[in-house]
Nanobody
Framework: VQLVESGGGLAQPGGSLRLSCAATGFTFGVYAMSWARQAPGKGLEWVSAISGDDRNTVYADSVKGRFTISRDNAKNTLYLQMNSLNSEDTALYYC??????????????WGKGTLVTVSS
């Protein structure tokens, strides 16, 4: 299993970024996937999850209405569209593979992360 995040960078408050996570080494469409983040000096925070069949999505309250998770199973890629960014969104963002198609299952593989910095 290999998960490689990209798309991070510097964004202004109120701006947008789109993160991608390229997945290899497993049958991508069979498994739920998540995004999580770790802000400087803070613990890991789960952000959003999507089922393998793309039927179910869930979001943390902190990002609900601003972030959208999606996936392209034909391209083995997970996405996170982030809008209305604020300084509290500054973090290292990770994608993670779940144990099954269900977003309720645990996560067993993680990427190395992509850094998002929100600053004027």
């Amino acid at each position: 299993v290999q998960l490689v995040e990209s798309g991070g960078g510097l964004a202004q408050p109120g701006g947008s970024l789109r993160l991608s996570c390229a997945a290899t080494g497993f049958t991508f469409g069979v498994y739920a996937m998540s995004w999580a983040r770790q802000a400087p000096g803070k613990g890991l925070e789960w952000v959003s999850a999507i089922s393998g069949d793309d039927r179910n999505t869930v979001y943390a309250d902190s990002v609900k209405g601003r972030f959208t998770i999606s996936r392209d199973n034909a391209k083995n890629t997970l996405y996170l569209q982030m809008n209305s960014l604020n300084s509290e969104d500054t973090a290292l963002y990770y994608c993670a593979k779940h144990l099954t198609n269900s977003i309720a299952s645990g996560m067993d593989s993680w990427g190395k992360g992509t850094l998002v910095t929100v600053s004027s």
